[in-house]
């Protein structure tokens, strides 16, 4: 499965998610999972490397891939469980050639208005690309949000704005918090840093409403229910090679 974490608002917690979205389905999923960066700042990559220098910590593939990347994206689909996309800021070749195969694309927003500015432009991008690849199911996210009751409002009318358009948007949001910032500096995962936290708690109701599923056992009997179908089809087809050779 491909899932874009995309959008052209820059510093809107593309990255940020993507990573710990991507940490989730690894360690609480047993997901096996790539990352692809598409970003020549090289934000998720620099992230991955930190990771993978402590051993103590699953790891995760990543790549970096520019430009036409759907043939690269499918290819990878066969291998892994999911292929987690970090787009960079802009509307370029590539987030457009990721979401002609995407299975999901999660857009984050700040609830300010310059990132509200941008759902208007995010949607026609999304209509065009539904076009080629109908099943995708495009996600707008309130991030970075703020905690104080007064400015409850801000996160409503947020959501309010996306409602006008045709892509959904998550129940789930964050909140801002500095967890998030400490975490990435050694390749960490929010949910590593306090696994029973309120910020570990927001990924996990991200990544189980974008992927409509009540928690990471669901995932993981899916992923073994893929396995199962993908043995059986293999064994299914040795068998009728076995046939051939009988005839
Ligand atoms: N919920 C949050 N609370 C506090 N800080 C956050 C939150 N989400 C992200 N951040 C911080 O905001 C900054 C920008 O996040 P991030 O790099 O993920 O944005 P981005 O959308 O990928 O940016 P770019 O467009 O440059 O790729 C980072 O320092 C990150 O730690
Ligand atoms: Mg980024």
Known sequence: MIILVGGEKGGSGKSCLAQNVAVFLTAECQASVIMVDCDPQRTTSDWIHARNNNPELPSINCVQ???KIRNDLLSLEQHYDYVIVDCGGQD????R?????????????RPKRRDLKTVSH??????????INPK???????TQCPSLPNQAN?????????KTYDINVLDAITYSRNIYDDSEESGLSVLEIEPQGKAAN???????????????????NRIAEKQMKKMRGEYGSDRSQEKLYAV
């Open 136 to 142: 995708m199911r495009a996600t707008f996210v309130i």
């Open 154 to 162: 801000r996160i409503l009318e947020a959501k309010e704005v996306c």
């Open 65 to 67: 891939l520019y430009g």
């Open 122 to 131: 995010m949607d026609d991008i999304v209509a065009t690309c539904m076009m």
């Open 97 to 109: 050639a990721t979401m002609s195969v995407a299975s999901h694309v999660l857009m984050p927003l």
């Open 202 to 220: 927001e990924i996990r109701g991200i990544a189980t409403e974008m992927l409509q599923v009540a928690n990471a056992t669901e995932i993981r």
């Open 92 to 95: 370029n070749l590539a987030l």
